[in-house]
């Protein structure tokens, strides 16, 4: 892992709340002249994570289990490229086990479970996925584009749709949504989605 905040702070991964912040404080006073460094920041950091509780979790993982953890991410990233996505889904699984909390790897589960058929397992894990954070506008759109292949439209359009929203500015959930209207035959949406997103004034019946 790239930093041990325990380490950093002189304290034990074992301390709890009020030698935390004793520790931060310590470390802020003795660095104070110079609020700019990277120590400083990183001291900032630190104080950040071990008083978040979903945070603190993560990290004490990584700091208890860090060689393990960066063998089944690399592994796992790898064979997701590779398309191997049976032992993809594995290693995400495994994962999970020890960032249940983890929307990143939550949704990488998915588009896993998605290539081998797994589709209900699949929804599960990008809902988990948004349940968990909910800005994310890839999300949505991996569980538009299930949706899609499963010929259940409204809940792609549902989900497009909350992907602009969250992301009002990237022009691809705008198409993906504008497609799905095309494939129902309803042009005029598609091109009043358009339109709107290119801030052009719609012309009902155009096309």
Do not use: C
Not at 26 to 34: E, F, P, S
Not at 118 to 127: D, K, P, V
Not at 131 to 140: F, I, Q
Request: proline fraction near 2%.
């Amino acid at each position: 892992m790239a930093n041990n905040y325990y380490e950093l702070l002189g304290i034990e991964l074992t301390s709890d709340m009020q030698v935390i912040k004793d520790a931060y404080t310590k470390k802020v006073r003795k660095h104070a002249q110079d609020a700019n460094s990277d120590i400083f920041q990183l001291v900032q950091q630190a104080y950040a994570t071990l008083t978040d509780v979903k945070k603190k979790y993560a990290h004490d993982i990584e700091v208890m289990y860090g060689p393990k953890i960066e063998t089944l991410r690399n592994e796992a990233s790898r064979v997701r490229k590779d398309k191997q996505y049976d032992k993809a889904h594995v290693l995400y699984q495994q994962l999970l086990e020890y960032f249940p909390q983890d929307d990143v790897i939550h949704n990488y589960n998915g588009i896993a479970l998605d290539a081998i058929g797994e589709y209900t397992r699949a929804i599960q894990s990008f809902e988990r996925a948004i349940a968990l954070n909910d800005d994310e506008p890839v999300y949505y759109m991996n569980l538009a584009m299930l949706y899609e292949d499963l010929e259940d439209m409204q809940k792609a359009i549902r989900l497009y749709k909350q992907a602009i929203l969250v992301a009002p500015k990237d022009f691809q959930y705008v198409n993906r949504l504008a497609n799905v209207y095309m494939r129902l035959d309803d042009y005029d949406s598609a091109w009043q989605l358009v339109e709107k997103a290119l801030n052009k004034p719609y012309i009902e019946g155009k096309g």
